[in-house]
C-alpha cells in the first residue's frame, strides 16, 4: 500500500489568505482565531485513497508569515519542501506581481523542478475588483511555467480541496521522475 509524505509549503504576500487556506483546507473552517502568522508553523492532513484507491498522502503544510521581517527564515522553510502553494490575492494585484521573488525563492531554496501552482484566492470578492486583474496574464505565466492556475476562496471553500489535490498529484509525479 504506498505512502507518499510530503512537505508543502504556502507562500506569498501579507495577508492573501495563505493562513485562512492552510485552515480551511485542514480543518474546513474560515476566520477563527489565528490572526497572523508568527514564524513558520505546520499542519498535517492525511488524504486516503488519492490518487489511487490504495494510496495514502500525508501532507506536511508549512505556513509562513509574507512580512519581511521574517526573511531570515526562509531558507529553513524552504528547505525539503516536495511543493508549494504560491498564492496572491485577486483583490489586490500587487501581490501578483510580488510573486516572482516567491518563485525565485522557492527554486533557490528548495530545487528547480519542485512543483508548484498558481492561486488568485479570494475569489468571493470578485465582483468588487476593477481593471487591474489580468486573468488571461496569469493563465499564461502558469502556462510558461508548465502549471495550473486556480481561483480560490477560503471564506467559501471554493477550490481549495481541487488545489491542494492537483498539487499532490503533480509531487507524486515528480517524485515518480526522481
Ligand atoms: P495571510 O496568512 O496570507 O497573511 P490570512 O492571510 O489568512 O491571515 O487572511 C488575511 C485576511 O484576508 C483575513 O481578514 C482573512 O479573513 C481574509 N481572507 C482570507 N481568505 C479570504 C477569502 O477567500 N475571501 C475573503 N473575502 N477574505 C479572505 P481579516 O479581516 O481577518 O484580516
Ligand atoms: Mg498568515
Redesign the pocket.
Known sequence: MPLFVFKVI?I?????????????FVENK??FR????IGADFLSKVIEGYPNPDTTCKLQIW?I???ERYKFLRSSFFNGANGALV?F?I?RWHTYEELNDWVSDLREFAGEGVPFILIG?????IKDVFGEYDKEGVEEYAKSENTYFVE?????G?NVEGAFLNLTHRMIKNQKLE
Open positions: 504556502i506569498g504576500g501579507g495577508a492573501v489568505g495563505k493562513t485562512s487556506l492552510l485552515h480551511r474560515f476566520n489565528y490572526k497572523l502568522t505556513d508569515g509574507g512580512q498564492v490575492d483583490s484566492n479570494k475569489v468571493d470578492l480560490t476562496s477560503a471564506k467559501t471554493e
